[in-house]
């Protein structure tokens, strides 16, 4: 999850921008409402971004070549290069890009908050930038990736749909409240309430894995179940089941670096 949060000066507080009160500017936001509201002229959109959020659609698509916001480029290429693996199954050469894209996300949503600490400005797009860039690196995508290495009986896709869901629901309440999660001296919040979405990287890696050693489509650890039934699955989709699990989970406190 990205670390954009940002008190503001009325004492109630947003997940803006990287979590530090150091940076809170609410005439600048409200600057950036009126821009965003009211601007009729053209690449208004574009005025009223801050450099971070540039790097955010990185991990989404640069508003430089595009004034429409698609959030998360790395995960969008993910999903796509699955699908390529999908169409030709041939080569793992597909894969590989999808999931080699995925930790590239996540060097690009941790970079957005450097930058912001570093110009010390935030924006209101941040937040809603930074949600859906994750959602689709580390939700989406990975459960794209699951697809084409062979997780795709129908409860298959059940079991990966409540993942992202979980992830979505996890990303939804970061935002609401990390207003009431306790701060530090900086204003940063303390910890994460359920796992970051991030972590599905740890899946990624398992994924790589078995990649490596050829374990995919009919040769998938563990088989399936029930095969031949309407509730046949693949018992290596309850992992994305715990993970989901784990994000949505309120007595998991992680300690913020």
Known sequence: M????STMANGSSSALSNGSAEFSQPEAYDKQKILLSSDPGHFSLIRAL??????TELNGKSSFLCPVPLPCLCGILSIFSSLRYC??????????????LLPLGFFFDALDG???????????????????ADLISFGVAPAAVAFS??????????LLAFFVL??????ARFN???????????????????????????????????????????????GTWFTGTAYELHPIAL???????????????????
């Not at 290495?149 to 059940?158: E, F, K, N, S």
């Not at 940063?188 to 994924?207: H, N, Q, R, V």
Request: charged fraction near 20%; include cysteine; proline fraction near 6%.
């Open 2 to 5: 990205s670390r954009r949060t």
């Open 50 to 55: 801050h450099m971070a959020d540039f790097i």
């Open 87 to 100: 169409i030709d199954p041939t080569s793992h050469g597909n894969l590989w890009i999808a999931l080699a």
């Open 114 to 132: 450097k930058v912001a600490r570093w110009r010390k400005k935030s924006s209101m797009m941040g937040q809603e930038l930074d949600s859906l």
């Open 149 to 158: 290495i062979g997780i795709r009986t129908t409860v298959d896709h059940v």
């Open 166 to 171: 979980c992830g979505l629901t996890r990303l």
């Open 176 to 222: 609401v409240t990390t207003s009431v999660i306790p701060k530090d001296k900086t204003g940063k919040a303390s910890y994460f309430e359920g796992t970051p979405i991030p972590t599905s990287l740890g899946i990624d890696a398992l994924m790589a894995y078995w990649v490596s050693q050829n374990w995919i489509l009919e040769s998938l650890p563990l």
């Open 239 to 257: 992992v994305f089941v715990l993970h989901g699990c784990l994000m949505t989970s309120k007595t998991i406190h992680i300690p913020k670096p």
